[in-house]
C-alpha cells in the first residue's frame, strides 16, 4: 500500500518532484527575480526598517499604546524608506565598486533632512526608533546593493571606438558591442545597463548623435575610464590621476578630521585591548626568543621615515643592519610559506593580530586605521627606482589597513606592486569617509577568512 501511495525507487521520485512543482509552481530563478522587484524589496524595506525597530522597541519598553512620538517615528522611517529606495535604485546603475558607497551619506541626508523637519514643526519623536530605523535602513539597502549584484550581472554596450572595446576583458560582466551602423541601434542598449564609450577618441558625426539619442532616452552613458576604475577598483598609472575635484591633493578638510577621529578611536582601542596585547606580547616570549614588539624603518606621510611597531611573528636574530643592498632588500621581503614566520607569528598574521601595536603609531600621527600599507626603506627606495611617481602614495597617512589590503593581499615583487599602486592611487583619488568604511567591513571579512596573510 505504501508503495502505491508514494511510488518507489525512481518513480517515486519523479513523482514526488512533480507533486512539489505543482504546490510550489517557482523555480529558483523565479525566486532570484523576486528579489529583484520593487514590491519584494519595499515590503522588504518596511519589515526590515519600519517593523523590525518596533518590535525591538517594544521588547525594550513594554508592551504600551502607541504615543505620538513613536506614530510620527515610524512616519518618518516609512518615507526615509521610500525616499531613500527610490534613489538607491537610481544609483544602482552606477557602474563599479563604490556604488554601495552613497548609501549611507544619502540615508543620513533624507533622515537628517526629516528630523529637522520634525524638530521644526515641534512633533515629538522617539530616538530610539528613528535611530534603529536609521541602521537598519541602511542595512537593507546594503545587502540589496550586494545582493542584487550577485543576482543580476551588469551589461554593458560598448561603442566601438577608442580604448572602450578593451575593456570586454573584463569578468563577471555581459558586454555588448555596437555594430558599426549604431546609430540604428538603440534597441541593442535599450536592454542594457548605460552605454561605454571612450570620449577621448575621435568619433563621427553618427555616433555622436547616437550617444545625444542614449542620453535623452535617458539611457545612461559613461567614458571607459570612469568604468574601469569603477568595475577593478584601481587606477592605471601610466600617468598621475586627478581626483573629482580635479586636483592631485586629497580633501584636506577629510584629512583633518580623520586625524582626530583616529586618534580618538585609538585611544578607546588601546585601553580596552592593553590586557590583550600584554597577554599576546607574553605568548610570543614564551614561543620563542627575542623581543615581543619588532621595529621597522619604514617610509610613512609625505615621505617621512618613521619607526613601525608590529607585534614579531618570526625567529629573532636575522641581521636587519646588513649592508648589502641585495640581502637587505631579500630579508625586508616576506614571502609565502616564509621560514621565518614562528607558529604564533603565522597566526598572529592570519588574524592581523600583529598590527595591533601600530595604535601607537596612530596615536602618535604616524599613520591611520585605513590608509596606503607603509613599506619598508629599503623596499619603498627599490620600488621607486622601478615604478613611477610611485611616491605620490605618501600624499596621505600610511594605514594599518587599506583598498590594496582588502582586494589584492600581501604582495612584494616588483609587478604585484605596481597593480598594488593602481588599488593605492583609486583610494587616493576617491579619498572619503564613505570609501573607509567599506574598506573598514572588508577588513573585518579578511579576518576571519585570512585573505593576503603571508
Known sequence: ?????????????IVYVRFLKKVFPFTTKDLLNLTLRLRFQLLGGVFVAVIL???????????????NGQTNSLVVAGLGLIIGHYFFRKLNIYPGLLGGTYIIPLLSIIFAIMLFLLLFLRLDYSRS???????????????????????????FAIVPVGRAALLMSIPDVDWVLLPDNGVKS?????????????FNAEMGGKWQNYLASCALMGIPVFDQRHLR?????????NHISENTLGTLDPNAFYMKCKMVLDRLLAVVVAILLFPVMLIVAALIKLDSPGPALFRQLRVGYRGRPFVCYKFRTMTAGV??????????????????????????GRVLRTLRIDELPQIFNILKGEMSWIGPRPEAGVLSTWYEKELPFYNYRHVVRPGISGWAQVCQGHVVEVG??????????????????????IILLLTIKTMFTGFGAK
Open 1 to 13: 500500500m505504501g508503495s502505491n501511495l508514494y511510488g518507489n525507487g525512481k518513480s517515486g521520485g
Open 53 to 67: 525597530p518596533l518590535l525591538l522597541h517594544l521588547s525594550f519598553f513594554g508592551l504600551q499604546p502607541m504615543s
Open 129 to 155: 526608533l528613528l535611530g534603529m530605523s536609521y541602521v537598519f535602513t541602511n542595512m537593507w539597502l546594503f545587502g540589496l546593493y550586494y545582493w542584487t549584484g550577485r543576482v543580476r550581472r551588469k551589461s
Open 186 to 198: 538603440q534597441g541593442l542598449a535599450k536592454n542594457c545597463d548605460a552605454v561605454i564609450v571612450d
Open 229 to 237: 576604475e569603477g568595475l577593478t577598483g584601481k587606477v592605471r598609472i
Open 319 to 344: 641581521a636587519e643592519d646588513v649592508r648589502d643592498m641585495a640581502q637587505s632588500l631579500q630579508l625586508a621581503k616576506t614571502m609565502t610559506n616564509d621560514a621565518r614566520i614562528t607558529k604564533l
Open 416 to 437: 604585484d606592486v605596481r597593480e598594488k599602486l593602481e588599488y593605492d592611487f583609486y583610494y587616493i583619488k576617491n579619498f572619503s569617509p564613505w570609501l573607509d568604511i
